[in-house]
Nanobody
């Protein structure tokens, strides 16, 4: 089990960029697949991006080419670089972890979740 803390959310204009950070506790971070999910007001939580423990990536079609997920195992951290942001990207963004995770887009594959960070994109 890992504890996850997201940061980096905020208010940005359409077309701008933000980088979200997820800091994880524990000494086995490199064995975890990591995912980013988001939940907009009145909508169900949805997959954004994932990174397997072997560092293969997986993106939702809606963010492909605009968002990049990466990790720094030495810092127990995973990042989500978001560019060309759109108002429809407005949501609470959650970090999730799954040991030996292969980068799934399915919420049920992840056992540990952060508290979320708000991203608001103004038009």
């Amino acid at each position: 089990q890992v504890q996850l803390v997201e940061s980096g959310g905020g208010l940005v204009q359409a077309g701008g960029s933000l980088r979200l950070t997820c800091a994880a506790s524990g000494r086995t971070f490199s064995s975890y697949g990591m995912g980013w999910f988001r939940q907009a007001p009145g909508k169900e939580r949805e997959f954004v991006a994932a990174l397997s423990w072997t560092s293969s990536t997986n993106y939702a079609n809606s963010v492909k080419g605009r968002f990049t997920i990466s990790r720094d195992n030495a810092k127990n951290t995973v990042y989500l670089q978001m560019s060309s942001l759109k108002p429809e990207d407005t949501a609470v963004y959650y970090c999730a972890a799954a040991q030996w995770g292969y980068g799934s887009s399915l919420e049920a594959q992840y056992y540990d979740w952060g508290q979320g960070t708000q991203v608001t994109v103004s038009s």
